[in-house]
């Protein structure tokens, strides 16, 4: 990263980021890694949002752990977990191009299937919690968004929105301790770090005041189109760059 102005705006994307995670219990990972894979390059932007998810997830499930469904999560943590290396092992394998290409393609498909209320019988019960955990975590370990599929796994078992939110939180921060681990931290300068920080917070606070103030339906719906603009545009970034090799 080069210079104080992508420092600053890597902590306005991180601010947006939070914002965005407090208020639906996902998000982050959509709106902010196509940004920060081009700010950071998109190995140490997945480590970063895998950092700061987690630490927001955690902030929100302090208010909301008591409406977390253990029976199910237990499923989805144990999947996710078996397949967060795989994920990792993509990440080191794959050439940035390739890796950009493969971020904005496998965020479109997640967000277009969420978008299109996608009904699948394997993603209900048991069968469906492992194939959704799986999944989520191979993701999230190799772009930074498992979100779309445990939203999937909701949407199948008619989860209402108020359920969700807490569910998703306590997955955030379950799935991204897991990732962070695999996939360590990014190589980041003090000062970005600090701005980093202050996003994160200033996004999280907004999210909490006004979490009960904005419909999360609308706002959901609103971070998914958004969502899909930043996956094209990190798709055709990827392909623009291995088409001038």
Do not use: K
């Not at 997830?57 to 253990?70: D, M, Y």
């Not at 078992?157 to 569910?167: C, G």
């Not at 939180?169 to 990732?179: A, D, R």
């Amino acid at each position: 990263m080069n210079g104080s102005v992508d420092a600053a705006a890597l902590g306005g994307v991180i601010a947006v980021g939070a914002f965005v995670q407090r208020m639906t219990g996902m998000g982050f990972a959509l709106v902010s890694v196509p940004a920060l894979g081009l700010l950071l390059g998109p190995a140490d932007g997945v480590a970063l949002v895998n950092c700061a998810a987690g630490l927001v997830s955690a902030v929100g499930l302090a208010s909301t752990w008591r409406q977390v469904r253990l029976s199910a999560m237990v499923v989805l943590v144990a999947a996710a977990a078996c397949s967060v290396p795989v994920g990792t092992l993509v990440v080191g394998l794959l050439p940035g191009p390739v890796l950009l290409a493969f971020l904005g393609a496998a965020m479109s498909a997640a967000v277009v299937l969420v978008l299109a209320g996608v009904r699948v019988a394997s993603l209900r019960g048991t069968s469906g919690a492992i194939v959704a955990g799986a999944a989520s975590g191979f993701m999230n370990a190799a772009a930074g968004v498992g979100g779309p599929a445990l939203s999937l796994y909701a949407a199948n078992a008619d989860w209402p929105l108020r359920q969700f939110v807490p569910n998703a939180l306590f997955y955030g921060v379950v799935l991204n301790v897991f990732s962070v681990a695999a996939n360590g931290v990014p190589g980041l300068t003090a000062h970005a770090w600090a701005l980093a920080g202050v996003g994160l917070i200033a996004g999280t606070l907004a999210g909490e005041g006004l979490t009960r103030r904005v419909p999360q339906a609308w706002l959901r719906n609103a971070v998914m189109v958004l969502s899909l603009a930043g996956g094209v545009t990190t798709l055709l970034r990827g392909l623009w760059e291995l088409c001038g090799r």
